[in-house]
C-alpha cells in the first residue's frame, strides 16, 4: 500500500491502465494520468449495463455497484453527514441521509462508489491503495478525488459532450441536461464549467431571504467561472447591477435575457429567477457576447 505518492491519480493510473497504454507515457502528468482512469471507471460503467443516462437509475439494482462490492446500500437519519462507505468482510456497506432530496442522494451513492476506485475490491476485505499521512491533504488525494469520479459516474464525458456538441450555453440547454441526466444543478455546473470546460461562462445560483425580502449573493460553492473568460470576474464588484435583472425576473416569472456592459467588455446575462422567491431557487449564466448587441442607451 503506498503511502508517499505525489498524487493519488498517478497511482491509480499505473493500476488501471490498459496493458496497451504503458504508464511511462504519463510522464508523472497528473491530468493525463486522471483522464486515463476516468476513462477506466466508464469503461467498467460499460461493461457493467450503465450505456445511458440517467445513470445509477437503480442504484439497489446497478450491476455496476454491484461489481463494485457494494453489498448494501442503507438509507438511515444520519446526523451531519451525508453518507460514508463502511468496509466490512465481504465488501462495503453505504450508508445515506434518508433526508436528502433523490437527486442529492444520487450525487452522494455516486460519490461514494468514487471512493471504492481507491481500494482493491480482488481481496477480503478490500485495501486502500492509498492512505494518506496526517501531513497530507485528505481532500487531495481521496475526497478530491473521489468527488470527481463520481461525477463522472453521473454525467460522463463523452455522453456530456453529446448533448451539448455545437450548442450555445443557455439555461434552457441547462435545465435539459439536468433532466437528462438526473442531476443536481452544481454537479451540472462542475461538469460544464470546471471538469470539462466546455462551457466558458459564469454560472451562478442566487438566493433569496424571505425573511429580510432580499437577494442574496451566491455563496462560494455555487458561483463557476470558466477560466478562459471569467477568471478575474468579480461578481461582488458587480453585484448591484447583476441583481436587477434578478429582481426583473423574479418580477415578471420569465427568463430574462439582455446583454451586460462591464466596464469596457459586452457579456449577455441570461437569469431564471421567477422561483426565486418562493423556492428559493435560482439560475444566472453570464457569457461573452458573441454577435453585436445594441445596448440601451439608459
Not at 84 to 102: C, D, E, S
Not at 200 to 214: C, G, L, N, T, W
Request: with cysteine; hydrophobic share 35%.
Amino acid at each position: 500500500m503506498a503511502r508517499t505518492s505525489p498524487s493519488v491519480w498517478l497511482l491509480l493510473a499505473r493500476i488501471y491502465l490498459k496493458a496497451d497504454k504503458p504508464y511511462n507515457l504519463i510522464n508523472s502528468n497528473i491530468d493525463l494520468a486522471r483522464k486515463h482512469v476516468l476513462e477506466y471507471v466508464r469503461e467498467q460503467m460499460i461493461k457493467h449495463g450503465e450505456l445511458r443516462p440517467p445513470f445509477l437509475k437503480e442504484p439497489e439494482k446497478s450491476k455496476f455497484i454491484k461489481s463494485r462490492k457494494i453489498v448494501e446500500i442503507q438509507y438511515s437519519n444520519l446526523e451531519g453527514r451525508d453518507g460514508y462507505l463502511i468496509v466490512t468482510n465481504y465488501g462495503f456497506k453505504m450508508l445515506i441521509n434518508n433526508k436528502l432530496g433523490r437527486r442529492r442522494k444520487r450525487t452522494v451513492i455516486a460519490h461514494e462508489l468514487g471512493h471504492t476506485f481507491l481500494y482493491n475490491i480482488n481481496v477480503t476485505p478490500p485495501k486502500p491503495y492509498y492512505k494518506s499521512t496526517p501531513l497530507e491533504a485528505n481532500w487531495r488525494n481521496i475526497e478530491g478525488p473521489s468527488f470527481e469520479i463520481g461525477r463522472e459516474i453521473l454525467a460522463p464525458e463523452p455522453w456530456i459532450k453529446n448533448y451539448t456538441r455545437g450548442l450555445k450555453p443557455s439555461i434552457k440547454l441547462f435545465n435539459k441536461l439536468i433532466t437528462i441526466f438526473d442531476t443536481t444543478k452544481t454537479v451540472m455546473a462542475r461538469r460544464l464549467v470546471h471538469d470539462l470546460k466546455i462551457w466558458d461562462v459564469f454560472i451562478f445560483f442566487p438566493k433569496y431571504d424571505p425573511q429580510k425580502r432580499q437577494i442574496l449573493k451566491p455563496g462560494v460553492n455555487e458561483r463557476f467561472k470558466g477560466k478562459k473568460t471569467f477568471k478575474k470576474f468579480n461578481i461582488d464588484k458587480h453585484w448591484t447591477r447583476i441583481k436587477n435583472f434578478i429582481e426583473k425576473s423574479m418580477k415578471t416569472g420569465e427568463i430574462i435575457e439582455s446583454p451586460l456592459r462591464i466596464v469596457n467588455k459586452i457579456f449577455y446575462i441570461e437569469t431564471d429567477c421567477s422561483l426565486l422567491d418562493k423556492k428559493g431557487t435560482g439560475i444566472c449564466i453570464i457569457t461573452v457576447s458573441y454577435t453585436h448587441l445594441t445596448l440601451p442607451t439608459n
